[in-house]
């Protein structure tokens, strides 16, 4: 089992904000990927906003190009900037390894910079949305953490270092 939906809240009070808030991080290399869950976010999604930590210029330069309307884009030297434990490991790991590590750092980092946000959902950039998610969220029940399995093929088994 892996995590690809993460859902935190820093709310007490179990109750939903109108607008759905995701977060998400790609480089240019899934840069087409994160772009399409954004669109399927606009088609199935009737209220929400989309959180884009880009580890490259190349990515924010494209996507400021763009103007999303639902999308704040934040570049990599914004996100780690005051994060000294974060920085700290960035140079003795891969950089998907340091891709991974930043996964619990970014909603820290939006809640810390977004302080209207009382609820956010994590997404990997390679989802697409066939729905509308909220009745996913409506799962958590007021619990501050979900978590879901990846859901690999069949023919394509999870990797053993993945699991949790």
């Known amino acids: 089992m892996t995590m690809c939906y993460m859902s935190a809240t820093k709310s007490t009070n179990g109750i939903m ?30 209220v929400f906003h989309l959180y884009m930590l880009c580890f490259d ?13 639902h999308a ?12 000294d434990k974060l920085l700290e490991v960035k140079w003795g790991r891969t950089r998907l390894e340091y891709y991974y590590t930043c996964s619990p750092s970014l909603p820290l980092y939006i809640f810390r910079e977004y302080s209207h946000i009382d609820v956010l959902t994590y997404l990997d950039a390679d989802l697409f949305f066939f729905s ?19 859901n690999f093929p069949q023919y394509r088994p999870a990797p053993s270092n993945w699991q949790i």
Do not use: W
């Open 17 to 46: 904000n109108s607008i759905m808030n995701f977060c998400t991080y790609f480089d240019i290399n899934y840069l087409p990927r994160a772009l399409a869950m954004y669109s399927s976010l606009v088609q199935h999604c009737p």
């Open 57 to 69: 210029d190349a990515s924010v330069t494209r996507l400021q190009s763009l103007n999303l309307q």
């Open 72 to 83: 704040t884009i934040i570049p990599l030297e914004r996100f780690e900037a005051g994060d």
């Open 132 to 150: 509308d998610p909220s009745p996913l969220l409506k799962e958590l029940n007021g619990y501050s953490i979900g978590i879901t399995v990846h």
